[in-house]
């Protein structure tokens, strides 16, 4: 196959500028121009990412409705439920947001719908499950901005949703007490390319502020959200490139016991980096939803105990041994 390549122009002025600013290789300069880092600030940004960089939440739109309706949710003693999709953005997702809400909250539970008996979305099943167990909050991470009809059902039957989705909005949106997305076409957030994990921590960032808890207690899920954001194939620009450079820290050093055993059962000694992320963690995670249940991913994720987290993590590692052999037997037959 013949490839045609596109090469950026060249921006010599910038170039040099930002040269005699940064005292590094003329080519480097001109590489970073090319990405759109064009002074000292922005260079230092791409060479140094620090939280202390990230937006503020509380600028995202409907944060404060978000924030507001499940303190409620706490102070009226509703049950809370966290859905997801059973992806591995949508199960990270979950686990960030459970994990953490859990330590303030106890009348939570997860729902992860089936890959093939529910389909992608709010499931009817669901919001059934929800009505029938006096769920009067549900919390939707990595799904929900397309999903109007079960919503408004959902919404008769006295359930409310706080949406927090990354994907593309319609013109018509669902009826949600909060709508946490930033392609939302009003919402003032200035990055717009985060997973849907990230949105989801930006939610516990603003809930732990509103709490004057540390931040430290938010950071602790950043192995997960750099795990969506290398398995979602995000950009890894602006605050992207921010969550996964501290993330694989965490990753590196001190992961959660989940993450730990299937690095574990990958037998990877190395330093990870996000190609490992990609390659070798995100299709143990994916395995669990595409052979059985995405709830084991889940669980696993959110599991203390390191013996426990390692059953779990060889549940996973055994699925993705099976979905290899069903992918190869499903390609010698094509």
Known sequence: MQKRWTVKAY????????????RIHPLLC??????????????????????EDLHDPWTMKDMDKAISRIELAFFQHEKI????????????????????LQKLYNNIEFYIPH??????????????????????????????????EHIS????????????????????????VAILNPKQEDCPYPYKELSGCGIGYKLICAFAQKRGLPQAEANKYLDLVATSIAADIVPMTGENRILAFHGLIKVNEDPLP????????????????????????????NAAGRMDDARKAVNLFIENEGEKAAAIAAVLHADNFDRKEIDSTITQEA
């Open 258 to 285: 989940g993450i730990k055993a299937l690095i574990t059962f990958s037998a990877l000694k190395e330093k990870l980096t996000i190609a490992n992320l990609v390659f070798v963690i995100a299709p143990r995670v």
């Open 115 to 148: 890959r093939y008996r529910e389909g992608y979305g709010i499931s009817l099943q669901g919001i059934e499950y929800a009505r029938d167990n006096d769920f009067g909050l549900v919390i939707a991470l990595d799904c929900g901005i397309k999903s109007i």
């Open 81 to 100: 439920l966290i859905y997801g999709d059973y992806d591995v953005d949508g199960t990270t997702a979950v686990a960030t947001v459970y994990a953490f």
């Open 30 to 51: 001109r590489l970073l121009v090319q990405r759109g880092v064009t002074n000292f600030d922005a260079a230092r940004q791409y060479f140094r990412p620090a939280l």
């Open 153 to 176: 059902i959902a919404r008769e039957w006295g359930i409310d949703f706080i949406i927090c989705d990354h994907h593309l909005p319609d013109a018509i949106l669902p009826p949600a």
């Open 11 to 22: 921006q010599p002025n910038q170039e040099h500028l930002l040269q005699s600013t940064l």
